[in-house]
């Protein structure tokens, strides 16, 4: 048979639309996607790439397991454990089929029970009330950033209609970047306020913030640098100490904890929890949902009725607000069993060494001590301790691209697989993909040609 008689006999697209695989799958797939999927087929077919036979049976499979998503799930090998690139917190369980329940039409904002509008994500309002009792009142928004511009916008005194702008007084040591390139002074100066700085980069003293107060500060600012750490002659000023000051100049005091941890944890020393943050003397405490909470994407703001409700008030909350499967998933957070979260921070070491020792043993590779991170913004300079396979750093890449991805750590020449992060009904699946980076590692590098 020659070229010409093969691709006249490539199934035309008709025929393809017509399998009885490709016509449910139009129920997850637009029409441009599964024409492409048909095209792409066709094509192999003519350019030889793909027996005339096969045409059918490759766009049957490549239509069944296709979402129309091309975000792929990662395992987590960093030992890394709220890692920003990977969409920081995964979610528990119950996060995860609460997501599922909400997407649907919900009860967000009706009382089933009177038939009337009722106020948006009470339910999630209620389980980070219940998580800190110090707390007189809560609010959900998009995320920390959002949270931050809507208290220092609605909180602080509202200046009169001709009068200069408001300031914040910040400490100079407070004054992060958060990640890609997001300054936190940047964007509290966006609402229309001045950022007045006190102190000096290591240390800030009460007086210092006492002398910035004029009648223009509008609140005072205390942010906790959550990712990085400032060591030696340092001093900064505690909560406490700046509550008398505010009240003094009836000012309000927002605290911006970054991280969210709703209760001390051993594990974390330095880091300050929400409730504790609260009890200190903050009128409005700041955290994100997607940190140390291990929940989704979302910016807590917890504190006095009064202050939060002038947040709620405030017209920019409605530019803001999170949608209903935020606050689903907020909601099974807290009221969920263990999030993944706080499984990696405190996964069990004897344990964890076993799993190492189990994969080394399998790939053929040896156990070196490597410490996790708590990433993210949170427990910066805290070593998790642990172990890591290691292996040549020339696997990184064929394990990066392959099915399921792996993300290693590259340290120092070698691939570093800390299983930390990785759930444990998932080690063997890990276990393949680094059997079979490792032999396309071997192989020497792939020509994309
Ligand atoms: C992470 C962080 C933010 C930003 O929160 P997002 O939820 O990422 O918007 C703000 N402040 C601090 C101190 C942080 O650590």
């Given at each position: 048979?020659?070229?010409?008689?093969?691709?006249?006999?490539?199934?035309?697209?008709?025929?393809?639309?017509?399998?009885?695989?490709?016509?449910?799958?139009?129920?997850?797939?637009?029409?441009?996607?599964?024409?492409?999927?048909?095209?792409?087929?066709?094509?192999?077919?003519?350019?030889?790439?793909?027996?005339?036979?096969?045409?059918?049976?490759?766009?049957?499979?490549?239509?069944?397991?296709?979402?129309?998503?091309?975000?792929?799930?990662?395992?987590?090998?960093?030992?890394?454990?709220?890692?920003?690139?990977?969409?920081?917190?995964?979610?528990?369980?119950?996060?995860?089929?609460?997501?599922?329940?909400?997407?649907?039409?919900?009860?967000?904002?009706?009382?089933?029970?009177?038939?009337?509008?009722?106020?948006?994500?009470?339910?999630?309002?209620?389980?980070?009330?219940?998580?800190?009792?110090?707390?007189?009142?809560?609010?959900?928004?998009?995320?920390?950033?959002?949270?931050?511009?809507?208290?220092?916008?609605?909180?602080?005194?509202?200046?009169?209609?001709?009068?200069?702008?408001?300031?914040?007084?910040?400490?100079?040591?407070?004054?992060?970047?958060?990640g890609a390139?997001?300054?936190?002074?940047?964007?509290?100066?966006?609402?229309?306020?001045?950022?007045?700085?006190?102190?000096?980069?290591n240390?800030?003293?009460?007086?210092?913030?006492?002398?910035?107060?004029?009648e223009?500060?509008?609140?005072?600012?205390?942010?906790?640098?959550?990712?990085?750490?400032?060591?030696?002659?340092?001093?900064?000023?505690?909560?406490?100490?700046?509550?008398?000051?505010?009240?003094?100049?009836?000012?309000?005091?927002?605290?911006?904890?970054?991280?969210?941890?709703?209760?001390?944890?051993?594990?974390?020393?330095?880091?300050?929890?929400?409730?504790?943050?609260?009890?200190?003397?903050?009128?409005?405490?700041?955290?994100?949902?997607?940190?140390?909470?291990?929940?989704?994407?979302?910016?807590?703001?917890?504190?006095?009725?009064?202050?939060?409700?002038?947040?709620?008030r405030?017209?920019?909350?409605?530019?803001?607000?999170?949608?209903?499967l935020?606050?689903?998933?907020?909601?099974?957070?807290?009221?969920?069993?263990?999030?993944?979260?706080?499984?990696?921070?405190?996964?069990?070491?004897?344990?964890?060494?076993?799993?190492?020792e189990?994969?080394?043993?399998?790939?053929?590779?040896?156990?070196?001590?490597?410490?996790?991170?708590?990433g993210?913004?949170?427990?910066?300079?805290?070593?998790?301790?642990g172990?890591?396979v290691?292996?040549?750093?020339?696997?990184?890449?064929?394990?990066?691209?392959?099915?399921?991805?792996?993300?290693?750590?590259?340290?120092?020449?070698?691939?570093?697989?800390?299983?930390?992060?990785?759930a444990?009904?998932?080690?063997?699946?890990?276990?393949?993909?680094?059997?079979?980076?490792?032999?396309?590692?071997?192989?020497?590098?792939?020509?994309?040609d």
């Amino acid at each position: 048979m020659n070229d010409d008689d093969q691709r006249r006999r490539v199934p035309g697209t008709d025929t393809l639309l017509a399998l009885p695989a490709v016509i449910r799958a139009r129920e997850r797939l637009s029409d441009a996607a599964v024409r492409a999927i048909i095209s792409a087929a066709q094509s192999a077919a003519r350019d030889g790439d793909l027996a005339v036979d096969d045409v059918e049976r490759a766009v049957e499979e490549a239509v069944r397991e296709r979402l129309p998503l091309t975000l792929r799930p990662v395992l987590n090998a960093t030992g890394v454990v709220v890692h920003t690139n990977l969409g920081r917190a995964p979610l528990s369980a119950a996060a995860r089929a609460a997501l599922e329940a909400a997407s649907g039409y919900v009860d967000v904002e009706l009382d089933l029970e009177t038939g009337r509008r009722s106020s948006r994500g009470s339910a999630a309002r209620e389980a980070l009330l219940e998580a800190c009792p110090a707390a007189e009142d809560a609010l959900i928004v998009n995320n920390g950033a959002a949270a931050l511009v809507l208290a220092v916008t609605a909180c602080g005194r509202p200046p009169g209609a001709d009068s200069p702008p408001g300031e914040i007084v910040v400490s100079r040591g407070e004054l992060i970047e958060i990640g890609a390139g997001f300054r936190l002074p940047d964007l509290m100066e966006s609402t229309g306020a001045r950022v007045r700085e006190v102190g000096t980069t290591n240390r800030t003293h009460l007086d210092d913030y006492a002398r910035a107060i004029t009648e223009r500060t509008r609140c005072i600012v205390k942010i906790h640098p959550s990712n990085f750490r400032v060591q030696g002659f340092t001093s900064d000023v505690g909560i406490a100490a700046l509550r008398t000051l505010a009240d003094e100049h009836r000012l309000p005091l927002i605290v911006d904890l970054g991280s969210g941890l709703l209760r001390p944890d051993p594990l974390l020393p330095d880091e300050p929890d929400i409730d504790g943050a609260l009890t200190a003397g903050a009128d409005l405490v700041i955290a994100s949902g997607d940190k140390l909470l291990g929940g989704p994407q979302a910016g807590l703001v917890l504190g006095r009725h009064e202050a939060v409700r002038s947040l709620a008030r405030h017209p920019l909350a409605r530019a803001v607000r999170s949608d209903k499967l935020t606050l689903a998933a907020i909601e099974a957070t807290l009221r969920g069993g263990r999030t993944p979260v706080h499984a990696a921070l405190h996964v069990d070491p004897v344990r964890l060494r076993g799993r190492t020792e189990q994969l080394a043993a399998r790939v053929g590779a040896a156990v070196v001590p490597h410490d996790g991170r708590v990433g993210g913004g949170g427990g910066a300079g805290v070593p998790l301790p642990g172990w890591a396979v290691a292996l040549p750093e020339d696997v990184a890449e064929p394990l990066r691209r392959g099915d399921p991805a792996v993300l290693a750590r590259v340290h120092a020449g070698r691939c570093l697989i800390d299983l930390r992060c990785v759930a444990e009904e998932d080690d063997e699946r890990l276990a393949v993909a680094v059997q079979t980076a490792k032999e396309a590692a071997a192989r020497g590098p792939e020509r994309d040609d």
